[in-house]
T-cell receptor, first 113, second 113 residues
Framework: AQKVTQAQTEISVVEKEDVTLDCVYE???????LFWYKQPPSGELVFLIR??????QNEISGRYSWNFQKSTSSFNFTITASQVVDSAVYFC??????????FGTGTSLTVIP | NAGVTQTPKFRILKIGQSMTLQCAQD?????MYWYRQDPGMGLKLIYY???????DKGEVPNGYNVSRSTTEDFPLRLELAAPSQTSVYFC????????????FGPGTRLTVT
């Protein structure tokens, strides 16, 4: 069975602080894909990153970075020097070829100016 | 490209009424999905389609029906609306299935009273 757990329901940080959003997943597939999406207050879902199970290299994109560790079944997301515009709900998701997407329950991030 | 479009944006239904939520995409994607998002619950898959004429149930299909007569359109039908169907509904599409990112529409906020 596929499952994604985002244990942090809500996080508040002060602007310019770094923040890490945790994502732990469960799957029996050897080939699978992990995703992060951002849902700002306006409500749309914005794709951030896709990672396949064979690529454990960390990725950095500007102030965003992702740490994928198969040994702990985690795919954590770090925002460096947070900004007010980063305030949103962030979803982690898991899929395997031919299967559905499974979303976590989301982490609501508030960046306080 | 308009991407994924959904109509209406908001709707209030009385218990027992029926309605169709419209979804269209102009990216020539084969894969299309319907999700519902309840507060604090993440996104749950209702139905999905891997191409015109082919649909399948997701995690929470009861009370809904879909059809896919063209590549572009994937309407979701609610029959005999119930308060439990109060939710935000998102349509999404993907070019290559669940191994790749999905692109989401802006959502339809439905209230059943």
């Amino acid at each position: 069975a596929q499952k994604v757990t985002q244990a942090q329901t809500e996080i508040s940080v002060v602007e310019k602080e770094d923040v890490t959003l945790d994502c732990v997943y469960e799957t029996r597939d050897t080939t699978y894909y992990l995703f992060w999406y951002k849902q700002p207050p306006s409500g749309e879902l914005v794709f951030l990153i896709r990672r396949n199970s064979f690529d454990e290299q960390n990725e950095i994109s500007g102030r965003y970075s992702w740490n994928f560790q198969k040994s702990t079944s985690s795919f954590n997301f770090t925002i460096t020097a947070s900004q007010v515009v980063d305030s949103a709900v962030y979803f982690c998701a898991l899929s395997a070829p031919g299967n559905q997407f499974y979303f976590g329950t989301g982490t609501s991030l508030t960046v306080i100016p | 490209n308009a991407g994924v479009t959904q109509t209406p944006k908001f709707r209030i239904l009385k218990i027992g009424q029926s309605m169709t939520l419209q979804c269209a995409q102009d990216m020539n994607h084969n894969y299309m999905y319907w999700y519902r998002q309840d507060p604090g619950m993440g996104l749950k898959l209702i139905y999905y389609s891997v191409g015109a004429g082919i649909t399948d149930k997701g995690e929470v299909p009861n009370g809904y029906n879909v059809s896919r007569s063209t590549t572009e359109d994937f309407p979701l039908r609610l029959e005999l609306a119930a308060p439990s169907q109060t939710s935000v509904y998102f349509c999404a599409s993907s070019g290559w299935g669940s191994s790749y990112e999905q692109y989401f529409g802006p959502g339809t906020r439905l209230t059943v009273t």
